[in-house]
């Protein structure tokens, strides 16, 4: 029988941290989160953002404060982000209801009135439920004509199992539409294949790891890719797809070992297109979910013009979960702060903003 190895005991060398995805090891803040927990762990997940609960916060006092903002002629921008940037997901549905009880308004509705552009475009983000955010941005992305693939592999390559099941529930209650169907009428070939395989969300559990296994899958991939002419996608899709975080270091290790290639190289090698660029986010957040953001962060202000889409969907989404994680991760591996970077490449309310939601700077 091969021998069994405790994951919970050991940390692959990519990501000494046990940040990626689905947190791999047992007792990691991420698991905690991935797993609803409560605890001490999944309380120390909520360490790991730059945006937390207000303290002595009143959504009364807030909604007072946004509606003179807004009123008359002229809006306070600075008053506004103030306010957003500095209450968690929350506390603005709390200020939203006050907002609507004393004055008979939509809060969003108003914002959009009142503000434009990508600084309007943030601030209506940040009032979007966090329960909805993931789902909404993927119904936009397989909106209309055009499919925005950037989303969709952004999204499900980074998300833990457990809200990818999320999503899907989301998905179905919030548009009476079934996520995968959207995603088949909207997507072909290996890459649809990849995205169904992670929206069906049936990667394995963290565990103990099966070093048999481990051998068999990097086999596997050696032969599906750098030994075969051509290339068997398939078997990348399912394994990559299927099989548990921490088995999935041991097997980039082994696979290192086996063809003297990082998985990486050979994913650049032998696929191209989306499909390439969806399996590389899988491996890179397997390997750390924070690095995987970082870089995604540092090539959407990189060189002339800003994805500023992308920017926003990043910096609302994950200024709970592990914006300190990421912004480590990008003075790390870019020798600059992500604070540095926003100050550089923004303007505005939109830069005020942002900057806010960073938290601080690493320089």
Not at 42 to 67: M, N, Q, S, Y
Not at 168 to 194: A, C, F, P, W
Not at 250 to 258: A, G
């Amino acid at each position: 029988m091969p021998p069994l190895q405790d994951c919970t005991s050991w940390s692959a060398s990519p990501d000494v941290t046990g940040q990626g995805l689905g947190a791999a090891c047992a007792g990691s803040p991420q698991q905690a989160r991935a797993q609803g927990g409560s605890g001490p762990v999944a309380k120390a997940a909520a360490t790991k953002g730059t945006v937390k609960d207000f303290p002595g916060f009143d959504a009364r006092t807030d909604a007072e404060a946004l509606r003179k903002a807004m009123k008359g002629l002229g809006t306070d921008e600075e008053a506004v982000l103030k306010i957003l940037t500095s209450r968690s997901n929350a506390q603005r549905q709390q200020i939203a209801s006050a907002f609507k009880t004393l004055f008979g308004r939509d809060l969003v509705d108003d914002l959009k009135s009142e503000l434009t552009g990508k600084f309007e475009t943030l601030m209506v983000a940040l009032m979007r439920p966090a329960r909805l955010f993931d789902a909404h941005e993927l119904k936009h992305a397989l909106k209309g004509a055009g499919t925005n693939e950037k989303v969709l592999t952004e999204i499900l390559a980074s998300r833990t199992t457990a809200e990818l099941r999320n999503i899907k529930q989301v998905y179905l209650e919030e548009y009476e539409s079934n996520l995968e169907d959207h995603i088949t009428g909207d997507t072909t070939g290996y890459y649809q294949r990849m995205l169904v395989v992670l929206v069906q969300a049936n990667r394995d559990p963290d565990g103990r790891i099966d070093e048999g296994l481990v051998e068999q899958d990097a086999q596997v991939l050696f032969k599906a890719g750098e030994l075969k002419w051509g290339t068997d996608e398939e078997k990348f899709i399912t394994i990559l797809g299927t099989r548990s975080i921490c088995h999935l270091r041991k097997v980039f290790d082994r696979y290192m070992t086996i063809s003297g290639f990082q998985i990486e190289e050979t994913i650049d090698r032998e696929t191209s297109g989306d499909l390439e660029k969806l399996l590389l986010a899988i491996v890179k957040c397997v390997r750390s979910v924070p690095a995987y953001f970082a870089e995604s962060l540092f090539y959407a202000m990189k060189g002339a013009g800003t994805d500023d889409d992308t920017l926003i969907r990043i910096m609302v989404s994950r200024s709970e979960i592990d914006l300190l994680d990421i912004r480590r991760e990008f003075r790390k591996n870019f020798a600059k702060s992500l604070h540095h970077m926003i100050q550089k490449d923004t303007s505005g309310d939109f830069r005020k903003a942002l900057l806010l939601l960073c938290g601080g700077d690493d320089e």
